[in-house]
């Protein structure tokens, strides 16, 4: 059976466990990164898309068969992410999303209340573009993974947010949509309308300008020299001219290169060295930042996800700790380096 031919025909054998076990893990990525668009959260998102996989194998006994195995468990999992994002209070955010710039550095703790959007290893995207998509999307797979995206649609209610990924990252028609939320055609399609409107006002980052490859790569080796040599000078001059700096779980960012300047020019003093690991996480350059501690190891500090183009970069966010601790973990990147 093929996992996207309707099943509902008196031509078509019923589907087996067999048939669900198989088509359920090959679209096991691209649900987890559908949870991941939902929730932003790298964590919520594996959750969500076990809970889904249980859910369908308790109740496969009552699929109906009218649709594919792959629609359902669609269904499934974008409930269960509307469920998780239902809860109160529960939307993931950003520091520049909560106050305004700061110009002093931060005092006191990381915020532990907050729920920070988390970022995403590209390592999970292997294999994708998404099986599930249709022939309409209107984001291609790196449109609908970067983080500016991911934190921009995190801000609309969740249904609007579930409408958007079904019908434009995933290319569904709006009665597909309608069957997966039990809704109207027409409700679905002016809850559509209302997305795109909203997202349109807050993903800055859509128009991005392009940067060639080997310009991206030089920029990046400067990047890793000036971090490995605290090169502030270099560093600097890396940045544009109203690049933002944000480090959750602290609520302070900084934004301009003379703030950023500032920030780094108090801290990096504190720290004996720094050593960088490419990772790459949101199809964007992002580092794992290593500092040397007195014992003379290499410890793990935090997550580097940086957003660019030809003229420089433009932001630059550090998962910090405690945050960065199981990130480092979902990156599969060790605690401490080896000498």
Avoid at 216 to 224: A, C, F, G, M, T
Avoid at 317 to 324: G, S
Wanted: aromatic residues 10%.
């Amino acid at each position: 059976m093929r996992d996207n031919a309707p099943v509902g025909s008196s031509n078509a054998a019923p589907p087996s466990r067999a048939d669900f076990t198989r088509v359920a893990e090959a679209h096991r990525r691209a649900l987890k990164l559908h949870c991941y668009r939902m929730l932003g959260s790298l964590h919520e998102a594996e959750d969500a898309v076990q809970e889904t996989m249980l859910r369908a194998w308790r109740g496969f006994d009552d699929f109906e068969a009218r649709a594919s195995i792959k629609n359902w468990l669609y269904r499934i999992a974008t409930n269960v992410a509307l469920n998780t994002a239902s809860r109160s209070n529960h939307r993931r955010t950003m520091p520049d999303q909560l106050d305004g710039p700061s110009i002093q550095r931060p005092q006191g703790r990381p915020d532990s209340e907050a729920q920070w959007i988390e970022p995403y290893p590209d390592a999970e995207l292997e294999s994708l573009p998404d099986p599930a998509a249709g022939p309409d999307v209107r984001y291609e797979l790196r449109e609908s993974v970067r983080f500016a995206f991911i934190t921009a649609i995190q801000q609309l209610p969740a249904r609007q947010r579930a409408v958007l990924l079904l019908a434009d990252v995933l290319g569904w028609s709006a009665i597909e949509v309608a069957a997966v939320l039990d809704a109207s055609v027409a409700s679905v399609n002016s809850a559509l309308q209302r997305a795109r409107a909203r997202l349109a006002t807050l993903d800055g980052d859509a128009r991005q300008a392009p940067i060639a490859d080997d310009q991206q790569r030089s920029l990046l080796k400067r990047y890793v020299q000036a971090w490995e040599s605290a090169d502030l000078e270099r560093f600097v001059s890396l940045l544009k001219e109203d690049a933002v700096y944000s480090m959750p779980p602290w609520r302070e960012w900084y934004r301009g290169r003379t703030s950023i300047a500032d920030f780094f020019r108090a801290v990096w003093p504190a720290y004996r060295g720094f050593r960088l690991v490419s990772v790459g996480a949101n199809l964007q350059p992002a580092f794992a930042l290593y500092s040397l501690g007195a014992e003379g190891c290499w410890n793990a500090h935090s997550i580097q996800l940086l957003a660019l183009d030809e003229s420089g970069i433009g932001a630059m966010t550090m998962f910090m700790q405690p945050l960065a601790q199981k990130l480092f973990t979902a990156f599969r990147l060790p605690a401490v380096l080896e000498p």
